[in-house]
């Protein structure tokens, strides 16, 4: 049901490409003998996306495959593609074999030639169909052809189930099970850009994920076009059903999960006996599924419940809802359990009902937030904003607006409350007001609200309130995060109220604006002991109740992150992450990961934070430009020291983040400083180091870099004092800036650049003893502040200095303990900056560790996966003949070489015949990088 046919899918593109490669080696495998291989996935996990693409390229050859899918309507076809296929095999086998054998010849070796079989749905495939599949997987007889089914676990029949298990362990069936999608290829497969609250409504399906955004475009609109290719999916389902099936699957879609057999049978209007066997059929088409725990059922999943409901009779359903409502609330269920059917049946006008729905709203708005808007939006229609019972639902709908970052409703909502005459306590008002104020600052979107939050702070009734702590942590907030001081005097005042009243939460999220104040003002230690103490009170706090005000976290982290103590801010951030993704508030998502790709950065796990940065990209997507561009400037940070030499990656992706930045008209948070700092260092690390210092001038506007974030500054200075040697420009400037910056702001990793700038200022002098002490120490204080990147190019300029200074030995040395460190983090291009730096080669290279792309250098036993054939190819490439001429070497065609090539350039990571002699030559050169040849 939920994948298209393969000729629909030509054109996909392929997310799943470890799974490609297997079948691809699966099924070109030399030899004359064929196999069963199993996909399996549950419906909508991309089984026919998968085996287009393998059918696709097949069509390339001179051996398309055949394919077929079963159907509820079709079956007895299905075994007749398989024998046809076998049959063809055999034939074309028997004419190959020889009438006798040739001695002293030896047998030409079999090519990968055999046909391939394609059933979709096998699941579907009538008993005889069955029965063959599963003699094959057992090899009785020996297929001379590879047969690919695509099945689904809950529905495969036992008999194939069993033979399939049975004969994986000995190697006579391949099986390959589909997880759910991740989001960057869920992403990929969908044609429009998605929001995390749809793809973590999906689970990981791609068909859902589209439906889910059918059915959001079709409640905007009002019409249904966009919702008719999955209705039709639904309908090509179910179309087999008896009467009797199909009025208990409705009920079960009103139902949708938690319900027993005689709860299924009165909402359905059905006998109980009839019921049931209806149900115990509906469950082994896998429409209905059986809960893990008791005799409890629910429907399949929520879309297709959703798509369900929107084809059965209004009128049915309605009165369903009604029985069902009924039912449950005689069994006295709880509110968030009979939401669903008030809102549905056609009794909601009554006030009594629609204070339920309310209150039913915000229980479930904790673990559902889309269908707590689902259920307050109809309320809206039957209360005004002047009654109490349609100021509340309002407000509790602002409220999931925000969370869902749907920030221009949500802002509508409350101004319409605050402008009505409406009889709500000004202090609930003004806890919603605080939420969405909050949410902006997050969003880093506009200032409606701070006019608002400064009119209740003025209210002396709230004043003694409990919320007040609330409001003020708000507003500070939000004046910390337009990057103006926060009125420390109201916030000592708050954070003691709120520590009087028992608000920790409140109390850690004031000390965290409390040391950001202390940073910007040099106090460290005062800065040292708010975070600290911010820190301890989240620790202490359980989950559920940190989800409400998880905006303390992020402060927490990020004044750690100006402290310079990563590793604090990484576990606080990482806590946001897990908190933001399981409690449902997607607005903090993009934010988070910017702050976790920084501190992730900073402690050298180079990979990690690229993995952030790129999460942090999906997450903004095209509604939360500022936060993308920042992302984007993250990501080219953790490339520049990671990339493969020469690349080129990092400075692409800085270029984006200052284009995207200028489309934005505004400094987005210091990304076009990392940007420019990124581009600075790449043109440094290419040789030019006289435009690295124009850049960095440019985008500070002069030597005291006024317009650069002052966490930024002193990376800044350090960078323009080394690319100024290499130039011969006058340093002292600079150095003397980062200094004074140093003693204003005493921070372990601010003294590191400090003492960095004086020892490139020393080496201007002729000092290069001294200079090396300088970046001895601040390797140091480096190591102490956990920033083993900057301690590892410490360590090298220091053995550049030593070098310089003759002493030849101890700078190989010290080349050796910076490599060691460099090598920890993957950092591939500081590997190849430290090879330089006196004209030898580091003792140590990045290790081989397995990870999701792997990367040409410090990665290469990828090399190792090459067939023979491919590393045969290779070789004849990379010695610098023709395509042509290996192709008649070899006696293939011209088109299979290119096919070798395209696999070798995908497996090892490279994208040039330059790239891949290079490898080769670093492996008969007999150096770490060696290639599995």
């Known amino acids: 049901m ?3 046919r393969i000729s629909e899918t030509a ?6 490409t470890a799974e490609l490669d297997l079948l691809r080696a699966l099924t070109q495998e030399p030899g004359s003998e064929g196999r069963l291989v199993a996909v399996l996935g549950e419906p909508g996990s991309g089984k026919t996306h998968l085996l287009s693409a393998l059918v696709r390229e097949r069509q390339w050859t001179a051996l398309p495959a055949t394919v077929h899918r079963c159907s509820s309507g079709d079956r007895e076809r299905a075994i007749d593609a398989v024998r046809k296929a076998l049959w063809r095999a055999r034939r074309a086998g028997e004419r190959e074999e020889p009438a006798r054998p040739v001695i002293g010849l030896a047998r030409r070796r079999s090519r990968p030639d055999r046909e391939l079989v394609v059933i979709e749905d096998a699941h579907l495939a009538d008993d005889e169909t069955i029965g063959e599949l599963a003699a094959i997987a057992g090899g009785d007889p020996v297929p001379l052809a590879d047969v690919v089914v695509s099945l689904r676990p809950r529905q495969t029949p036992d008999l194939l189930a069993e033979a399939i298990a049975a004969t994986t362990a000995f190697g006579r069936t391949a099986r390959i099970e589909l997880a759910p999608l991740d989001d960057e290829r869920m992403l990929a497969m969908s044609p429009v850009p998605a929001p995390y609250e749809l793809r973590h409504r999906s689970g990981g399906n791609p068909f859902n994920l589209r439906a889910l955004q059918a059915l959001e475009r079709s409640a905007r609109s009002g019409g249904d076009g966009a919702l008719a290719p999955f209705e039709f999916a639904v309908m090509s389902e179910v179309r087999d059903l008896t009467l009797t099936e199909r009025y208990a699957l409705h009920a079960a879609a009103i139902l949708r999960s938690r319900f027993d ?8 209007a059905l006998d109980p006996l009839v019921a049931s066997a209806a149900l115990r059929r509906l469950v082994r088409r896998d429409l209905v599924r059986v809960e893990p725990v008791g005799t409890l059922f629910s429907i399949r999943d929520e879309v297709f419940g959703s798509l369900l409901r929107q084809m059965i009779d209004p009128c049915w359903a309605a009165l369903a809802h009604q029985r069902a409502l009924h039912r449950l609330s005689a069994r006295g269920q709880a509110g968030t359990q009979i939401g669903f059917h008030l809102v549905s049946s056609l009794s909601r006008a009554r006030a ?13 708005m904790e673990t559902d937030v889309s269908e707590c808007v689902s259920w307050l939006t109809p309320v809206l229609a039957e209360a005004p904003p002047s009654t109490e019972i349609g100021a509340r639902a309002r407000l509790a709908l602002s409220t999931a607006f925000g969370r869902l970052g749907r920030m221009p409703e949500s802002r509508d909502l409350l101004f319409l409350v605050h402008e009505s005459d409406a009889p709500v306590d000004p202090a609930v008002f003004a806890e919603h007001v605080a939420f969405v104020s909050v949410v902006e600052g997050v969003l880093s979107q506009d200032v409606q609200m701070l006019d608002l ?8 009734g709230l004043r003694d309130s409990p919320v007040w702590p609330r409001l003020v942590l708000a507003r500070s907030f939000r004046v910390s995060m337009l990057g103006r001081a926060v009125d420390s005097a109201e916030a000592d005042s708050a954070l003691r109220a709120a520590r009087a009243a028992g608000d920790d939460l409140v109390a850690a999220g004031l000390l965290g604006l409390r040391a950001l104040a202390s940073v910007a003002a040099g106090d460290v230690e005062r800065a040292l002991a708010d975070a600290d103490a911010a820190a301890e009170s989240l620790d202490r706090t359980p989950e559920h109740l940190v989800a409400r005000h998880v905006e303390c976290l992020l402060l927490a982290g990020l004044a750690y992150i100006y402290l310079g103590r990563n590793a604090d801010a990484q576990r606080q951030v990482r806590r946001g992450v897990d908190v933001a993704r399981r409690r449902q508030r997607p607005f903090l998502l993009p934010t988070l990961l910017v702050m976790l790709s920084e501190a992730e950065r900073h402690l050298g796990r180079l990979r990690q934070a690229r993995d952030a940065a790129d999460a942090a990209i999906v997450e903004s997507g095209p509604g939360n430009p500022l936060r993308h561009a920042q992302a984007v400037a993250l990501k080219s940070a953790a490339e520049v020291w990671m990339q493969p030499v020469a690349s080129g990656r990092a400075k692409s992706l800085a270029q984006q983040a200052l284009a995207r930045q200028a489309l934005t008209g505004t400094h987005v948070n210091g990304s076009a400083s990392i940007a420019a700092l990124t581009l600075a260092k790449c043109a440094w690390l290419d040789g030019d180091p006289t435009h690295c210092v124009t850049l960095l001038l440019n985008e500070g506007r002069g030597p005291d870099l006024r317009v650069i974030p002052s966490g930024t500054r002193p990376t800044m200075w350090e960078t323009l004092c080394a690319a100024g040697l290499d ?11 980062a200094q004074e910056h140093a003693r204003a702001v005493p921070m372990p990793h601010n003294l590191a650049y400090a003492a960095m700038t004086g020892g490139h200022l020393l080496r201007t002098r002729a000092a290069p003893g001294e200079a090396a002490r300088r970046y001895r120490e601040a390797a140091e204080l480096f190591a102490t502040a956990g920033m083993p990147i900057e301690q590892s190019y410490a360590l090298g300029q220091a053995a550049r200095a030593l070098a310089e200074q003759g002493r030849a030995d101890q700078a190989a040395h010290t080349v050796r303990l910076a490599a060691e460190i460099a090598r920890r983090s993957e950092a591939v291009t500081l590997l190849h900056w430290l ?4 004209g030898g080669r580091p003792a140590s290279r990045p290790a081989p560790q397995p990870s999701s792309r792997q990367e040409m250098f410090g990665r290469l036993e990828v090399f190792g996966r090459l067939t023979h054939r491919e590393r045969e190819i290779a070789l004849l490439i990379c010695s610098g003949m023709k395509r042509r001429d290996i192709a008649d070497r070899l006696t293939i065609s011209t088109r299979t070489v290119d096919v070798h090539l395209t696999r070798i350039y995908r497996k090892t990571g490279v994208s040039s015949r330059m790239e891949l002699a290079l490898a080769i030559q670093r492996k008969a050169a007999g150096q770490e990088y060696a290639i599995g040849f």
């Open 261 to 268: 057999a005689d709860l299924l049978a009165e909402v359905a």
């Open 352 to 364: 009594g009902e629609l204070t339920q729905i309310v209150d039913a709203s915000q229980e479930i």
């Open 2 to 4: 939920y994948e298209e």
């Open 835 to 838: 090879d330089r730096q006196t």
């Open 11 to 16: 054109s996909a593109t392929v997310v799943r």
């Open 453 to 460: 939050l400064g009119h209740l702070l003025d209210r002396p």
């Open 727 to 737: 130039a011969g420009m006058p340093l002292d400037e600079w150095a003397r800036r």
